[in-house]
């Protein structure tokens, strides 16, 4: 089943302790992203890849750090999370570029910093 | 810099009542745009996408939406609310098929029994 797969999918954290979600696809898509939803707010973009090796900033990428080493895999990390990093993740990706192509979203990861 | 505004960030309607969750977006040239749903507790899905074939655009579980260049709009509508209907309708757009998508911030549907 062609899926984007997010892990974990409930996290409380303290502020400081580093943690990483992680984020697959088996649809061999080029382009992946990042996005926090808050409430209010709707989705805002925090990192986005076009391809392996190649990422670049969203709208709120203060706080966040991601690679893409494997196609496959698009990794979130919060190097030192805060409260106001406390929101619902989700990870999409698509053919090429999102602009014109349809986005496929993971189930979302809601994590609590206190 | 591309924007979209979504009108209402609540909309609540009887069962069997027109949906219409209205979608206005910033610029003139030519966009890509969408309307994804989020049901509780699950990821977006893609509900339709203005591809410029034709103005009027089918999707899913009945919904439709009409671009109208003159009014920079893209509003989604269903004849029927169905129980089933609730939940959150975002509307999503871009200008190039490299630039990231940008999302309106929601609009939550309630359909009341």
């Known amino acids: 089943e062609a899926q984007v797969t997010q892990n974990p999918r409930y996290l409380i954290t303290v502020t400081g302790k580093k943690l990483t979600v992680t984020c697959s696809q088996n649809m061999n898509h080029e382009y992946m992203s990042w996005y926090r939803q808050d409430p209010g707010l709707g989705l805002r973009q925090i990192y986005y890849s076009m391809n392996v090796e190649v990422t670049d900033k969203g709208d709120v990428p203060e706080g966040y750090k991601v690679s893409r080493k494997e196609k496959r895999n698009f990794p979130l990390i919060l190097e030192s999370p805060s409260p106001n990093q406390t929101s619902l993740y989700f990870c999409?990706?698509?053919?090429?570029?999102?602009?014109?192509?349809?986005?496929?979203f993971g189930a979302g990861s809601r994590l609590t910093v206190l | 810099a591309q924007s979209v505004t979504q009108l209402g960030s609540h909309v609540s309607v009887s069962e069997g009542a027109l949906v219409l969750l209205r979608c206005n977006y910033s610029s003139s040239v030519p966009p890509y745009l969408f309307w994804y749903v989020q049901y509780p507790n699950q990821g977006l899905q893609l509900l339709l996408k203005?591809?410029?074939?034709?103005?009027l655009v089918k999707g899913i579980n009945g919904f439709e939406a009409e671009f109208k260049k003159s009014e920079t709009s893209f509003h989604l509508t269903k004849p029927s609310a169905h129980m089933s209907d609730a939940a959150e309708y975002f509307c999503a757009v871009s200008y190039s098929g490299n630039t990231p998508l940008v999302f309106g911030k929601g609009t939550r549907l309630s359909v009341i029994a």
């Open positions: 203005y591809t410029s074939a034709a103005t």
């Open positions: 999409a990706s698509s053919t090429r570029g999102a602009g014109a192509n349809v986005l496929t």
